[in-house]
């Protein structure tokens, strides 16, 4: 009986090494920089508080008031310069009442300095004429003028004859009467004539004056 030999023929290259699935190690990409968005906080620092001190004024004080006014002021202007040199004070209960006693009392004053000033127009107004002798040449024509002072002068002669033969016209009138107030026409020849006396920032007083010849 034949012998059927079986050959088995195996070539390197049928045979086929089993495949391994070798799994890929994730790909780690580098972290990008995180960047925080921060707000950037602006501190304002705290201005200082101004300190402002209530002050009664002693004396004028320019570009501020003047005597006896209450202001405002910074404080370290007061420390430094009003305190120092007794321009100024700070206000206190007791010192708000006596400026408002002062007060009361230059209320006051001005009153009696008006109703003198009103008193001293109804005498010149109420005289009748005023008369002033001057040389004279030919015709109406005077030597020289009326000036102010002479005016000064024949009002207090008058208030003293005044005074000696009505006194209670004049009680009460004791301002002396300043050429400063008063406003002389130009007189030049004898006549009648209208002076102005500005007794006070309220009243004005129309004097009549009569010039004659000696």
Known sequence: MATTSLTLSWRSTSYSHPIKHHHKPPI???????HLKTSTIQVLAQKKVKKIR???LKEDVVD???KGELVKVRAGYYRNFL???GKANIVTAQALKEIELEQQRIEAEKLRVKEEAQQLARIFENAGSFKIKRASGTGKQIFGTVRAQDIV???KEQL???AAVAPSEVWGVSRDVDKSIITV???????DYTVELQLHPEV???MKLTVFSK
């Open 54 to 56: 209530k002050v009664i």
């Open 204 to 206: 004005t007083a129309q």
């Open 153 to 155: 002068d024949l009002i």
């Open 185 to 191: 026409p130009e007189i030049r020849e004898i006549g």
């Open 28 to 34: 780690i990409e580098p972290t990008r920089p995180i």
């Open 83 to 85: 305190l120092p040199f």
């Open 160 to 162: 003293q004859s005044r």
């Open 64 to 66: 501020l008031g003047k």
